[in-house]
């Protein structure tokens, strides 16, 4: 899925620094990343080589987002929901069509993964419930 010849590294920075832009704006979102994000540059520079290594198959990404996101209290569906509505209103802003198409269908995919792994840790013993569009 990776393609070295999607976009460059400044049209992710972009990505990256837009999205969360509005992530910090949000009235619902910005308070619970500002509550565990001490450090904002430090963040935006592991997001950009997150999504360096998933589109463009850079490798320059090695962590695990799962626990730092299963640790979050009192999440909900339509939080995951508005995480993808502001990325995907980023993304409809791109020149690269192909990298924003590229990019939605990831973020689509990492809600979805993050949702379900939130769940359950939260509650083992129960299906997962769909992030439905």
Not at 7 to 33: H, K, M, N, W
Not at 50 to 66: A, V
Not at 121 to 129: E, G, H, L
């Amino acid at each position: 899925m990776a393609r070295p010849d999607l976009c460059t590294s400044e049209e992710i920075r972009q990505l990256v620094d837009q999205f969360y832009g509005r992530i910090q704006a949000d009235p619902v979102l910005g308070p619970i990343f500002d509550q565990h994000i001490d450090d904002w540059p430090l963040h935006l520079d592991i997001m950009v080589r997150f999504w360096s290594s998933i589109l463009l198959g850079s490798g320059t990404y090695s962590g695990t987002p799962m626990p730092k996101h299963v640790a979050l209290p009192d999440l909900d569906a339509s939080m995951f929901h508005r995480w993808l509505e502001l990325f995907h209103t980023t993304t409809s802003e791109l020149p690269n069509r192909d990298m924003a198409n590229q990019a939605d269908e990831l973020a689509r995919r990492i809600a979805r993964s993050l949702w379900f792994g939130y769940q359950l840790n939260r509650d083992p013993n129960r299906m997962p419930q769909e992030l439905k569009s």
